[in-house]
């Protein structure tokens, strides 16, 4: 049995408790799972070169084969107001030019930052498609 081992994977798997309850990310869980597997493998007297191949396999394949899980746990996107902008239309009041990074255009009374989805230039007055927000800019179309 080897006990500085021993101790070092206890070590391991309590800072990645202490990580885990910190941050909620179920990442760290994943490190504490596989301390646990390490540790009983040092108490059977196994190599550390084993133990620690152990461990980084464990990880990886708990990381691996749970991640699906994670994020069907986790919940899928969040829309919010803005998303809910997506497909309605908007008038450009500002020339769109991606390359001068300038354009504006009016959604619903409010002026945002309008860039052209495909890089084509918009002139003011256009009507045009909102088709993604990407933080507080409109990804807009022509409208055909």
């Given at each position: 049995m080897?006990?500085?081992?021993?101790?070092?994977?206890?070590?391991v798997l309590i800072a990645a408790v202490v990580i885990e309850l910190l941050t909620v990310q179920f990442v760290s869980i994943w490190f504490?799972?596989?301390?646990?597997?390490?540790?009983?493998?040092a108490g059977?007297?196994?190599p550390r070169w084993a133990q620690l191949m152990v461990f980084a396999v464990s990880t990886a394949l708990l990381l691996i084969l749970t991640r699906p899980l994670v994020r069907k746990l986790r919940?899928?996107?969040v829309r919010t107001n803005a998303d809910m902008n997506i497909g309605k239309t908007a008038v450009v009041t500002?020339?769109?030019?991606?390359?001068l990074s300038k354009g504006r255009a009016t959604l619903g009374g409010v002026?945002?930052?309008?860039?052209?989805?495909?890089?084509?230039?918009?002139?003011?007055g256009e009507v045009v498609t909102v088709?993604?927000?990407?933080?507080?800019?409109?990804?807009v179309s022509k409208n055909a």
């Open positions: 080897d006990l500085i081992m021993l101790a070092a994977w206890g070590a504490a799972c596989a301390s646990l597997v390490s540790m009983l493998m059977l007297g196994a919940g899928s996107y500002e020339a769109v030019r991606n390359e002026s945002w930052i309008a860039v052209s989805e495909d890089g084509s230039p918009i002139e003011e088709k993604d927000i990407d933080g507080a800019k409109l990804i």
